[in-house]
Nanobody, 120 residues
Framework: QVQLVESGGGLVQPGGSLRLSCAAS????????VGWYRQAPGKERELVAT???????TYADSVKGRFAISRDNGKNTVYLQMNKLKPEDTALYYC??????????????WGKGTQVTVSS
């Protein structure tokens, strides 16, 4: 059994910062590609950033230069540092990861999300 748990969301003023965490737990052999997604009310879920096991990163154009994704493989945790936040960054942020457990092939998992609200 694998769980992905996001944390670190909250209410922040425009221009502020937040750091989200995505922690994987369970009988984990390895965590491969991890992505942060977000979904605002009335909008489709969109990919925000990804990171490979070797720490290669990609970003949506809307967050380039403001967000940074990183990982701590020893802790099975991925972070999303969000700076210069804008009201349009308001959304439920989800973590998605490809994880291999002991004795099993890799599978794809989703967390339940953490709310980020940017408002004055």
């Amino acid at each position: 059994q694998v769980q992905l748990v996001e944390s670190g969301g909250g209410l922040v003023q425009p221009g502020g910062s937040l750091r989200l965490s995505c922690a994987a737990s369970g009988r984990i052999f390895s965590v491969y590609n991890v992505g942060w997604y977000r979904q605002a009310p009335g909008k489709e879920r969109e990919l925000v950033a990804t990171i490979t096991q070797g720490a290669f990163t990609t970003y949506a154009d809307s967050v380039k230069g403001r967000f940074a994704i990183s990982r701590d493989n020893g802790k099975n945790t991925v972070y999303l540092q969000m700076n210069k936040l804008k009201p349009e960054d308001t959304a439920l942020y989800y973590c998605n990861a490809d994880i291999r457990t002991w004795g099993q092939a890799a599978m794809n998992y989703w967390g339940k999300g953490t709310q980020v609200t940017v408002s004055s």
